[in-house]
């Protein structure tokens, strides 16, 4: 298990993007918009429209990006590539000349039975997937700086006919020196309002779940809590979006454990012990 990842900033809102092939309605430019049911849809779904570059206006540490909310089909696959140029002749980032599945072989076998679905496969089935926001998640092993970003999508026989997605992230990640402490947690919670009749019946005003992780870090370093989970907390407030990223080694439960979300509270910087630091989070996934 890997340490876990709170990416922010976002830097796809001062980006210039482009490429691909877009419906008019529903342009490229709808991904800088957080209401991630407002989509960017291209024309079709062959590999000449899905595609994009993101020109970040400068060079910038980056190790994260994200497609939040997509209707990338389970047979999808991606190229990401990053560079100091335009026309990407010179390229510092890239996730190599085959593509790689958005939907990874996350089951070995002996963890399935024969009836399953997916025995042959490994990957996730549709039923299972139903109930998430789909996130594609891109995560470089170090620190990638880079001022150029393409993204290729390639999933031509995608049902719909097209590609679309609500929103991007695009960002440096905090990695913990030393990971959340045990006794962190993951709910689902539910604004679902229920009525009783007189009779007993029950009647539902059903709405959307959202996931909710709570954790701590308990042991930082004085120079880790300041510069980091501190200063998360007064630029990112209870507003800002980030990437939560439970395990980055974890791709069984990526879909459950990876999402984009907002710090739901400010928590103090304490001090248990001489030079220690420590703090709690609470986030809650962005719908």
């Not at 990223?245 to 990526?254: E, F, G, L, R, S």
Request: glycine letters at 6%; hydrophobic letters at 45%.
């Amino acid at each position: 298990m890997a340490n876990c990842m709170l990416g922010f900033p976002n830097r796809v809102d001062s980006a210039a993007l482009s490429g691909g092939a877009w419906t008019a309605g529903l342009p490229l430019a709808n991904v800088k918009n957080r209401v991630l049911g407002k989509f960017a849809r291209t024309q079709d779904a062959q590999p000449s429209s899905t595609w994009l570059d993101i020109d970040l206006g400068i060079a910038r540490n980056i190790r994260a990006l994200a497609v939040v909310n997509h209707n990338f089909s389970l047979a999808a696959k991606y190229r990401l590539r990053g560079a100091d140029v335009s026309d990407f002749s010179t390229v510092i980032y890239d996730t190599g000349s085959t593509p790689k599945d958005v939907w990874p072989v996350v089951f070995p076998a002996s963890a399935l039975d024969w009836e399953d679905d997916n025995w042959w496969s490994g990957r996730y089935t549709a039923e299972q997937i139903t109930g998430y926001t789909p996130t594609l998640t891109m995560l470089a092993e170090s620190n990638v700086i880079a001022r150029y970003w393409r993204l290729q999508i390639f999933d031509a026989d995608n049902a719909a006919g097209y590609l679309q997605f609500g929103r991007i992230f695009i960002g440096p990640v905090w990695q913990p020196a030393l990971n959340m402490s045990y006794g962190a947690s993951l709910a689902w919670e539910t604004k679902t309002e229920v009525q009783e009749a007189r009779s007993g019946a029950e009647y539902f005003d059903v709405r959307v779940p959202y996931r909710v992780q709570q954790f701590t870090l308990d042991w930082m370093k004085q120079d880790e809590a300041f510069s980091q989970a501190f200063e998360l907390f007064r630029r990112a407030g209870i507003d800002k979006e980030l990437l939560w990223i439970h395990d980055p080694d974890d791709t069984v439960h990526a879909i459950r454990r990876r999402f984009l979300a907002r710090l739901r509270t400010l928590s103090p910087i304490e001090y248990p012990y001489p030079l220690i630091n420590k703090t709690a989070f609470e986030i809650k996934e962005l719908l």
